[in-house]
């Protein structure tokens, strides 16, 4: 699924060092200094690259990197870390989704058609930032003239200056009053334009993504939807003639272009479960599906030219970084030509008690901070004693010991246990103190103790 959000750094991002890449990633993700070093070096070589001659910069490939490590450790959390620190397009898929091409699979191109609507979407949202303030305006001018009455019957005495002027004072009236909102409850008629969803059926042996870029041209009138009267209030139809002001400011051949470079030079995809398509050691017989996969991906992350709705994209520039648990593979069990693609190598460690504590108090995004701001929506003050987090760690470890292991996301199973009962008595609570000592947390979670089966505590 794509996922991008807007970084908001202190530091420029070509100008971060990879010590100060490190500390970024500090912010977020505990521990793990290994797979921090290794992206670090990986995206400060990207902006080294884009500093050389166009010669030299086209034979310099980027070092992708390869993440083994358990289940809820960090890994697809510093791959996008590092993207909102770089401002790329960032997406991640799971490698095993491509095992069923022609059932419920997809096709391995479809992560980079995929990247490239990301980059064109991040495109646009800066374009559309830097007109806003100019389809504002547009957008009053056009709702300003439906809102203003005609002019009256002219008299033998007014000039045309005079009625200028009448027209003027008129609506800079209705100006301030639009900006104050006195206009709020007044409702004015726009044609509103009605997208059409137009049904169809895809032939035998197409794909989606081929039917979607060859179809608009196709076809132009199909998707282009009515105009319909509508009667909308004087905020929603400002809302929309900013919108349609905005497209009106926004040369989208131009954002393609911008897009297609900026995913070609500085785009990363997170290849998940890549463990998944790795042929098991001891297993009999070719595995016929997991490595008709690798074979798949191979090309795209050799380098290769994918056909899309916006342009032909380059993967060669693309930067890779594919994670596994290689419980029961190896990385050597992936083919050798996948193998060399990913030069970097770096091992994530399992996360033990100490690292909880951190992982619950340190991070921007703590999740002790997260729950002590939800219940402060109720009007709760939530308290965590030392020792409350100490043993919140302490079960966390006890039950990743006991049954599957999967990391740092224990803390959020036990943490919903512990919570219980205040996040559901929250609003009706009298007393709006809650303390979290060890006593309460040692009370809540007693059952995980007792019970050594602990099925119901698996995620």
Known sequence: MPIFL???????????????????????????????????????????RQ?????????????????????????????????????????????????EIGYVGRDVESMVRDLTELGVSMIRDEKVAEVRGKAAQNAEDRLLDILLPPPSPLRPEDTAETIREQQGRTR??????????????????????????????????????????????MLPGLFQGKNKRRKLKVPEALEYLAQEEEQKLIDMDSVAKAAVVRVEQSGIIFVDEIDKIAG?????????????????ILPIVEGTTVNTKYGMVKTDHILFIAAGAFHVSKPSDLIPELQGRFPIRVELEPLGKDEFVRILTEPRSALVKQYIALMETEGIDLRFTDDAILKIADFATLVNDRTENIGARRLHTVME???????????????????????????????????????????
């Open 280 to 296: 098991r050691e001891g297993s009999h017989g070719p595995e016929v599906s997991r490595e008709g996969v690798q074979r798949d």
């Open 172 to 217: 800079e009236h209705l100006r301030d009053q639009l900006r104050a909102g006195r206009l709020d409850s007044r409702s004015v008629e726009l044609d509103v334009m009605q997208k059409s969803f137009p049904s169809f059926e895809i032939i035998a042996g197409s794909n989606v993504e081929e039917v979607d870029i060859n179809l608009k041209d």
């Open 51 to 99: 500093k050389l001659s166009p010669e030299l910069a086209e034979d310099v490939a980027p070092k992708n990197i390869l993440m083994i490590g358990p289940t809820g450790v960090g890994k697809t959390e510093i791959a996008r870390r590092l993207a909102r620190l770089a401002q790329s397009p960032f997406i991640k898929v799971e490698a095993s989704k491509f095992t």
């Open 6 to 48: 807007p970084a908001s750094t202190e530091i420029a991002a070509d100008a971060l060092t990879p010590r100060q890449i490190v500390a970024e990633l500090d912010k977020h993700v505990v521990g793990q200094a290994a797979a921090k070093r290794a992206v670090a070096i990986a995206l400060r070589n990207r902006m080294r």
């Open 417 to 459: 246990k512990l919570l219980d009962e205040v996040s559901f008595e929250g609003p009706d609570l009298v007393e709006k103190v809650v303390v979290i000592d060890e006593a309460y947390v040692s009370r809540m979670l007693a059952a995980i103790v007792k019970n050594e089966d602990l099925s119901r505590y698996i995620l």
